[in-house]
């Protein structure tokens, strides 16, 4: 079975990189502040939940951009060679 | 005393979920409960919507809801990186989660062991998966109890001994029944309502309760400064609204490490695997951070507890004041009566949800890697649903037991050490996803010094202010860390998550070991996934017909 060592099916997106957008959240220095404070919440809260729906964005697009990218091809064993493609519908 | 309004409140809603509970198995049938596609994956076809209740009732216990607000109450600011935690979780699982639903929905895998087992052709491997998995499963079924446990005893069923126990042995002996009966349909069915309740109370709370302490302003203020107050057993404070110097690095890899963590434990995988095709789970990866939204807000609660002055309750059992009964206390105090009962109803069906589905999962490894691998493997479909069935029933007795006859504290820790293990079977679970190149005798290797190495760590931990020498959290100061008697960072009271730096030394072995292994041309065993596994989808011929007949 050593012929298969290749076949992990990888494929790539650029619109992948969107996904680490979210991760810099985890830079606390940029946001470890009271200040500004909005309807009496201190901005390291208040901040933190705008994070919410920049990872929901960030997703959304992922998932607009890749949609359908399964393998519904009903002759799909005999394509095996042709993975790299990343074949759109 | 006994809170009759809130405890029959409680008790109507807990009655809806068993009838439910029960009538599930009824629900969209399939072909008969006798296949582990069928009762351990709820018929693997669950659309968008039913996924999205699952798993947001699954990945979001009541022991979560309980926890972080009590957290918080203690220590501020630390507490909120549940927030991050549930913020990066969804774009770093998206893709693994893709190719995981794909591969098992292509060879009929039910665990993440039986994924390794297929990919490396190793069954030892797959054990070790398989009972990490069960290790790191079971504490966190306990706790669900003592999240369920804590709303009981607000309502002032508060009693000592094991007559204490009775009405959560009660609550719990009704879901082992039906989750037998019905498998992951009941705990899919139910989780519609536990969400409804929970976003309902919710919502409520984080709107009525700030203005009745004079708005988040005053809120902070006090927060601010009670946690400033030294605490008696340590002299320093116990914590900040903001992060410190120290802490902050614990924060981003206590946050990073939870949501690494997650979609190994095997309960998460279970409902992503009974999910019908990739773009119901992409749509759930969008959708489901509106429960993040929910856990910031609720984690805030704990700081209206402090403005509110509440108080833990004493566990009678344990004689020790319990902060995880802060929010319930919170609820008890200010909310009306009945609105009381409703968000305990909330919480304790909030715990039953996962512990139905965490039960499910640990019941699925044994069954398929422990019990098909090596006790009898001929068994048929109908054989293997039968155990898993039972092996659920044992898991619920035993976490019950758990907290019978040992200090909820055990558990509690044990969780702890649970989220540090876990973590040890990503290279295996998750990286092999994408390539083959790390070696399974490595993988092997990584898991030990991983595991090893992490257990140490934890049990260098003091928790001063719990008097306790060892297991006293997961923060190690980085001037503790040691390798050999070795102390790169000596001096340095900086923290870091254990698990992480469990993680990091795992992947160094594994990577080492396997560029060796490749050296030596150590044989690597028997692949028996294709690529295209990895993309297939619904509609796909390559796809394996649900329920039939698993060869390993």
Known sequence: ?89 | MIQWVELSVFVVLFLVVTVMGFVASRWQRGGGLDHLDEWGLGGRKFGSWITWFLVGGDLYTAYTFVAVPALMFGAGAMGFFALPYTVVLYPIVFLPVLRMWSVSRVHGYVTPADFVRGRYGSSLLAFLVAITGIVATMPYIALQLVGLEAVLRTMGLNGTGIAGHLPLLVAFVILAVYTYQSGLRAPALIAFVKDILIYLVILVAVIYLPAKFGGWSDIFGAASDKLAQPSPATGKPAGSILLTGNNQLQYITLALGSALALFLYPHSLTGVLASRGRDVLKRNMVALPAYSLLLGLLALLGYVAIAAGSKPITNNATGRPDTNTIIPVLFDGQFPDWFAGVAFAAIGIGALVPAAIMSIAAANLWTRNIYKEYIHRSATPSQEARQAKLASLVVKFGAVAFVLFVDPQFSIDLQLIGGVIILQTLPAVAIALYTRWLHRWALVAGWLVGMAYGMYLLYLIPNPAANRAHFGGSALTLDKLTIFGWHPFAGSQVQIYVGFVALVLNLLVVVVVSAVLHALKVGNGADATQGPDYHADEGSKRLRPVADVLTH
């Open chain 1, 1 to 89: 079975m050593a012929a298969r060592e290749g076949g992990s099916g990888f494929r790539w997106s650029p619109w992948n990189l969107l996904l680490l957008v979210p991760l810099l959240m985890l830079v606390t220095p940029w946001f470890n502040s009271t200040d500004p404070v909005l309807f009496g919440m201190p901005f390291f809260y208040w901040s933190q939940f705008l994070w919410v729906p920049v990872g929901v964005v960030c997703v959304l697009i992922v998932y607009l951009r890749t949609k359908g990218d399964g393998e519904y091809a009903p002759d799909a064993d005999e394509r095996v060679d042709d993975l790299d493609e990343g074949a759109r519908r």
